[in-house]
């Protein structure tokens, strides 16, 4: 029990805060109840009935799979890229002072900042002027752009919240740089990294815009669904597929939050 | 006979800032040295050198006869305690102590018996399932000597390790550090910025000023006979007296100190020193006196309880001939 309680907020303030949680949260609750709908070319309100067939349906589409498995692997190895670069970065940046310090942790936090049709349209044009053809690694390098910021900002503010002297008194106790790395470094930034990488993985999953100005032909899971929408057919599968996303992004989000709690903020996670 | 540490004519840089600069040193092995110094004058510059974090700009070091340029700090048989004792927070004590020995390899049942034995040698015999947040600033400050001397250094660093203790903690450390030493015989090079501490601990002291060493001796060399002006004043705030006063009272030309206990005050129409109380501190054993001469600040400590003069009042000085100490320094 909290003893600090403080004074009741007044009504209307509850009612108002109420209303505000429910405005953010009753949508996404609907097209959860969609994705049981027996209705499958319109959305209709209230569903005129309930099932769970669209779940074996979405099972079933070799599309559903493709996608999916794309957004998958394009996540993992955009996370895994945003992971060792942005780990470096960070570094190096709170490690030592150089000239243009500040200016290489601006360019890096930058992606985030900027709108994703920024980027995307950069990217296309460069990829179009060097003359490589969009795939899987063209998406892939579309994603780790921003990726690395989130890994970034979270290693960033470990390695601030760590001392400079641990290190030193690492390699004064005789560990090299490789077992200074593995004994000190690793062990006291790894929730950080953890926790940056499961918001890059989600960020990843569930990017439109950069994919699509990225991708050729291929289909990661948000693309499928927009061209899902404007087919008047099997339209609960979107539906169930959506949760899956939702659950997908959501646990990561949440494991990182419980994991950095004590302190550490989550940067980035509001793109 | 070698050195425990051996500087010559080092130097380091950064940029424009001569942070050592051309100091010549050598460490006797198993004695007490410490390093006394206001903050930026390079004394910890100077440990970080013989710790390896530094290389020198110019010159050359040597350890127990061994050339140290260009050697990283893991192949250096100096151990340092930090300022902030730079424990590992993911580790429990045990660990931290044991770390040394396990990057070098030593099996798990006998490192941690070196370990046990440290934090023993420490004063802190059961502590090592605790995590360094849950222990006490003194405390942590024990396992870092601990974690530093279960590697059995040649050299034992300690930059400013008392610095972040209260006063009665501190004044036990003192003592602790001073037989532990005396016990393991190993060479401690300590910094330091408290005077006081560096002539309560070392066998010899440095004072660093500006990058260089002012003057190196035992604290009764660096109390009583000061060479400069900065020794004189830095080390136990001696009155430092311009030539013209000296030559009036001692008949030579040159600079002076005179220690605070060493003036005495006596009433207005007596022979010597006609000055000017201007303040009064309490200090507990003693009253510190702040005094005008003639435009010349000067300060005096006499024991509590004394009679004294009001504030204001006019007074005379005096002291023994023998306690004004000229210094090298001229002009």
């Known amino acids: 029990m909290r003893s600090d309680r403080g004074p009741s907020a007044p009504i209307g303030l509850k009612l108002a805060a109420t209303g505000g949680l429910l405005f953010l949260h009753l949508p996404i609750l609907l097209i959860f109840v969609y994705a049981f709908t027996t209705e499958e070319k319109s959305f209709v309100w209230p569903p005129p009935g309930l099932t769970t067939q669209w779940f074996a349906v979405t099972w079933n589409r070799p599309d559903v799979w493709q996608a999916l498995s794309l957004s998958v692997r394009v996540a993992a190895i955009s996370t895994a890229i945003a992971l060792i670069l942005g780990t470096l970065c960070a570094a190096a940046v709170s490690r030592t002072k150089f000239f243009g310090r500040e200016t290489i942790s601006l360019l890096v936090i930058l992606p985030i900042a900027l709108p994703g049709i920024i980027t995307g349209i950069a990217l296309r044009s460069a990829f179009a002027l060097a003359e490589i053809p969009f795939s899987f690694w063209t998406i892939v390098l579309g994603h780790a752009t921003f990726c690395v910021v989130v890994v970034y900002n979270n290693a960033v503010a470990r390695f601030r919240r760590t001392s400079g002297s641990m290190i030193e008194a690492s390699m004064d106790l005789g560990a090299d740089g490789f077992q200074t790395f593995r004994h000190v470094v690793l062990p006291n930034i790894a929730t950080a990294l953890l926790a940056g990488g499961m918001l890059a993985f989600a960020l990843s999953f569930d990017e439109v815009i950069v994919t699509t100005f990225t991708a050729g032909q291929q289909q990661t899971v948000p693309i499928w669904m927009l061209e899902e929408l404007i087919r008047p057919r099997q339209r609960p599968v979107t539906n169930v597929v959506a949760m899956v996303v939702v659950l997908v992004t959501l646990l990561p989000i949440l494991a990182a939050y419980y994991l950095t709690r004590d302190g550490d903020q989550i940067a980035g996670s509001g793109k | ?331």
């Open chain 2, 1 to 331: 006979m070698t050195s425990a540490v051996s500087f010559q004519n080092v130097s380091r840089h950064f940029g424009s800032v001569r942070a050592v600069d051309a100091v010549d040193l050598d460490i006797v092995p198993g004695e007490f040295f410490a390093m006394l110094g206001p903050s930026g004058s390079g004394k910890t510059t100077c440990l970080r050198l013989i710790a390896g974090f530094e290389q020198p700009t110019a010159g050359s070091i040597a350890i127990f006869g061994e050339r140290a340029e260009g050697v990283p700090p893991y192949r250096r048989n100096v151990n340092t305690v930090f300022q902030d004792y730079a424990l590992f927070p993911h580790l429990n004590v045990l660990d931290n102590v044991a770390y040394g020995l396990m990057v070098k390899g030593v099996g798990r049942p006998e490192r941690q018996k070196a370990a046990e034995e440290a934090l023993a040698l420490v004063r802190l015999p059961g502590y090592g399932a605790r995590r360094p947040g849950q222990l006490s600033g003194g405390q942590r400050q024990r396992v870092a000597l601990a974690r530093a001397l279960v590697n059995q250094p040649k050299v034992l660093l300690l930059d400013e390790p008392l610095g972040a203790l209260d006063l009665k903690l501190r004044e036990n450390m003192q003592e602790e550090l001073k037989s532990l030493q005396k016990a393991l015989g190993i060479t401690f090079v300590f910094v330091t910025h408290d005077q006081g501490e560096a002539l309560s601990m070392a066998d010899r002291v440095a004072v660093f000023n500006d990058g260089k060493i002012m003057q190196i001796g035992t604290p009764e060399d660096i109390y009583q006979r000061p060479k400069t002006r900065f020794v004189a004043d830095f080390v136990g705030s001696s009155n430092v007296l311009p030539p013209d006063f000296v030559q009036r009272y001692a008949g030579q030309h040159r600079w002076g100190s005179l220690r605070p206990e060493s003036i005495r005050i006596g009433r207005a129409n007596g022979q010597g020193v006609a000055a000017r109380l201007v303040s009064t501190n309490y200090l507990g054993a003693t009253t510190r006196l702040a005094l005008d001469a003639e435009g010349l600040r000067l300060h005096a400590i006499v024991p509590a309880g004394a009679a004294l003069p009001r504030e204001g009042e006019a007074v005379v000085l005096t002291f023994n001939r023998e306690h004004l100490h000229l210094m090298d320094e001229l002009g």
